[in-house]
C-alpha cells in the first residue's frame, strides 16, 4: 500500500471519480493502480471505471482512505507514476514564475483546459505541481496540460524562443488595447502571487489588466483567466 | 461583548485591517465599534487606525477573537450595523439569482469593485450576504458595492427595466461575439452555482462563454469576472 504524498515521492494520486476518470483517459500509461472503498462497489462510477481499465489495477482496501488523508466521499483513489514532458513549441505557451499556491496552479491549468490553452511552463522555485492538492484544484485538467519545467526564464527562452507578454504592474499598456497576435507562436508571463515579474521582466510588451485602484491587484488565477479568454477571442 | 454572528443578528463584523478599513472609509455612519486585541496596540495598523475613527469607538479586548472563532492573525474586528440600500439605476448592474456560496459571493463583489460595477441585485433565496466569511471573500468591498435584495426576478425587472443579459449553457450567442451596449442601461444575471437560470431566462440576448467540452461548466465568480471585463473593455 502507498504512503501518504510526500514531494519526494515517485508517484501522486488523484481522488474522486472525476479526476480519477481524467488520469485514465488522459495518462493511462501512467496508471499504477486504483483504489476503491468495498461500499464504492455499487456506485456508478464503479461500474464505469470497470469498463475503463484491467481490473487487475483496482485494489480494494478501507484504510487508505484515512492513511491518506483524503476527505474525499468518492473513496476512490488513482496512483500514477510522475512524468515529464515537453510543451509543444507551436501552440501558445503559458509560463508562471515561482508560482507559490498549489490551489491557484491547479484553477489555472483548469482555465487553461477551459480556453484550450495545453502548454505550461513553469519556471523554479515553485510549489508542488504534483501535489494532490493541485491535482484536486485543477479537477485532472493537470492531466490534459503538457507542464515543463526550467530553472530560469532564460532557459525557457533559449528553448522555445516565444514573442512573450509579461504582465505587471508597471507595464504602460493595457491588456484591452494592445493588438493580440494572431499566430501561436507567444506566450503569457505571469509572477509570483506575492512579489510579480521583476522589473528585469519589463518590455515593450508588457501588459497590465486595468481596474479600479480600489482593490489590491487582482489575484492570479484570476489575472491568468482573464487574459486566456482575451487572447483567445478578443483579437482585436 | 457581541456574540458570534448569526443570520437574525442585527449586526455584522470585519476581521483584520484591510476590510475594517475599507468598511470605516466607505460606511462609517453604520460603524458600531472597534474591537482590538492589547497586543496589537503596537501595530501600525493600529496607528492608522487611531487616525480614522474616534477612539471611544476602540474597545480592547482579549478574548472576543476566540469567542468569535475569527482565525485573523490582526486581531482587529470592525461591528457594524446592517444596512440596505438601493441600486444606482443609471449603471450597469449584476444580478445573482439564488446564489448559494459565500465564498463566491465576496469574490464576485471584489472582482465588481475591481472593474467598476458598483450595483448588486441578489434574488433570494440566497447565502448570506452579511455573514462575516462573504465578508471576509469579499475583502471588505461588500462596503462598496450597493446590494438591493428582490424576491424574484420579475421584481428586480420591474423595478429597474434593464436590458438584461442572462449567462447561461442553452445560450446560442457567444460572449465574444456580441455586441455590447455601449450606454449603461443593463443588467449581467447569473444564476445559482449548481443550477444556473432555467429556461424562463432565455431570451434574445442570452449568452454564453466559449469553452473547451473538456472541462464542466466555468466556476461561477470566474464567469462574473470574464463577464465584468468584457463588458466593459471590449465594447465590439
Known sequence: MIKAYKKDCN????AGFFPTFELINNKKDKLRCIYVSSNSKSSSGY??????VDNRKIIFSDNIFSKLKEKDNDHIIGVFDK????LEPNLPHVVL???SDMGNLGNIMRSMLAFNYLDLAIITPSC???NPKTIRSSMGACFSIR???FSSFEDYLNKYRKEYFPFMLQAKNYMHEIKKPLDNNYALVFGNEASGLDIS???KQAIKIEQSDKVDSLNLATAVVLALY???FNKN
Open 97 to 99: 514564475v515561482n508560482p
Open 147 to 149: 507542464q515543463e519545467l
Open 230 to 232: 482575451d487572447f483567445k
Open 47 to 52: 461500474l464505469k471505471l470497470l469498463q475503463l
Open 83 to 86: 512524468y515529464e514532458e515537453e
Open 11 to 14: 508517484y501522486s494520486y488523484t
Open 201 to 203: 521582466y519589463l518590455n
Open 128 to 130: 508542488d505541481r504534483y
